[in-house]
């Protein structure tokens, strides 16, 4: 018997809303056994992002062979990867273990607006990641930088979308997030599947800190627990919905706070 494992490699938030310790917070709420690779530990509030400091790519690399060569997870989470030669070492490491899902979430500018990657590392991500990636998660903002365009319609999307599973990515979700509306709706995209929406509504709150890092982890978790993409995405909606609700009209810092995380923690799952 052994717990149901995730992992997260991403960067550090030292105010708990966002990066690896909304990862964390998130698959241990929904049940799993977190292990985590820091990439980068950056000074950040609910106010914006103040400094980043890299981790050296071979302490990246240190960090991720421990976990993968003891505790092989069953699910792995990407998300802040600073420079060209971090992505390097970690699809070198990544590759090997294809057979464990792989949702990416391209971390590229934070919700104050602050750039967390450096430009010369885009054109490596998509050639190196992008293609054993089993499911990116890219936001508007995000997918304007990755697929070079400004989509607009559900048609521009899917020819978004289509650029990057081009690449040999298995799946792409355009999060809609950052349209104001009465429903935030995201949009699958395969090949050879027709686009499938995933619609939940918009919730007024001011503590949005971390959204898109706790979507995607909590995909990564419903994925590690055996959840099909459709599924993991639908139940990661409705988990960040609850998580945004139970969050609303709580002061934390004085900027945008974070999420509700535990608001109806789980019991760690055995397998």
């Known amino acids: 018997m052994r717990y149901c494992t995730t992992l997260t490699i991403a960067g550090s938030d030292c105010s708990g809303g966002a990066g690896i310790q909304a990862d964390i917070k998130t698959m241990s709420a929904l ?3 977190a292990s985590s690779v820091v990439t980068a530990i950056t000074a950040q509030n609910t106010l914006g992002v103040y400094a980043i400091q890299h981790v050296k790519p071979s302490i ?4 991720l062979r421990a976990v993968m060569e003891d505790i092989r997870p069953d699910a792995i989470k990407v998300g802040m990867i600073v420079d ?3 992505i390097e070492v970690i699809t070198d490491i990544l590759q090997q273990y294809k057979h464990i899902p792989l949702i990416v979430d391209p971390v590229m500018v934070s919700s104050s607006g602050s750039k967390l990657i450096e430009e010369n590392a885009i054109a490596i991500f998509l050639k190196r990641l992008v293609p054993i990636t089993t499911l990116l998660t890219p936001n508007i ?7 070079n365009t400004k989509p607009i319609s559900l048609t521009d999307f899917e020819l978004a979308a ?4 081009n690449l040999n990515c298995n799946a792409v979700l355009i999060k809609g997030g950052h349209r104001e509306e009465s429903n935030k709706v995201d949009y699958l995209f ?6 499938i929406s995933f619609s939940s509504p918009t919730v007024e709150t001011h503590n949005t800190h971390g959204t898109g890092c706790t ?5 990564t978790a419903f994925m590690a627990r055996g959840l099909t993409i459709e599924k993991a995405i639908q139940r ?3 988990y960040l919905t609850q998580a945004l609700k139970a969050g609303a009209g709580i002061t934390i810092g004085q900027g945008h706070g974070a999420v509700n995380h535990f608001y109806n923690p789980k019991k760690i799952i055995k397998q």
Do not use: D
């Not at 990246?60 to 960090?63: E, K, N, T, V």
């Not at 903002?141 to 697929?147: K, N, T």
């Open 84 to 86: 060209g030669e971090t």
């Open 60 to 63: 990246i690399a240190a960090q």
């Open 31 to 33: 049940g799993c056994y």
């Open 236 to 238: 990661a909606k409705e």
């Open 215 to 219: 979507l995607s982890s909590a995909i």
């Open 141 to 147: 903002p995000e997918i304007e930088v990755l697929a």
């Open 162 to 165: 289509q650029r990057l599973l």
């Open 190 to 195: 395969r090949k050879q599947h027709p686009p």
